[in-house]
């Protein structure tokens, strides 16, 4: 296993980390989830949040790319459940997503930056394939 898989896993692992996996309908994922889970972690199911969605709201409300845009945009916007997940971390209800298997690593990228942001002390972005 290379370190610094390992070093995620174990870290993960300690902390009792809440991952959300957004593709979650892909049969590669589901088989994922189960191995998380049998590894120990706690694999959150999107669904299961939608009735955090008005803290979501208000929360995307309060970012740069959101000026302006009506409430009806926004909720279309959470519809997609990358973006649903990645407010989820963002709020807190997660410690971790896993995306990529069907989404583009460029759109989790661009939708990490506008949800999450990037420490302001940050020179790179950058992503992992397992």
Request: glycine share 4%; hydrophobic share 40%; charged share 25%.
């Amino acid at each position: 296993m290379n370190k610094y898989r390992e070093r995620i896993l174990s870290m993960g692992k300690k902390t009792g980390a809440r991952l959300v996996l957004p593709e979650i309908h892909n049969q590669r994922i589901q088989k994922a989830s189960q191995e998380l889970v049998s590894m120990g972690f706690q694999v959150l199911n999107h669904e299961d949040f939608k009735e955090n969605m008005a803290s979501y709201l208000d929360y995307i409300k309060q970012k740069p790319f959101a000026d302006n845009w009506p409430i009806e945009n926004l909720r279309e916007y959470l519809k997609d459940p990358l973006h649903f997940s990645m407010a989820m971390l963002a709020c807190d209800d997660a410690d971790g997503l896993i995306a990529g298997a069907e989404i583009a690593s460029s759109e989790v990228i661009r939708t990490a930056i506008r949800i999450i942001g990037i420490i302001p002390t940050s020179h790179w972005v950058s992503s992992i394939f397992f």
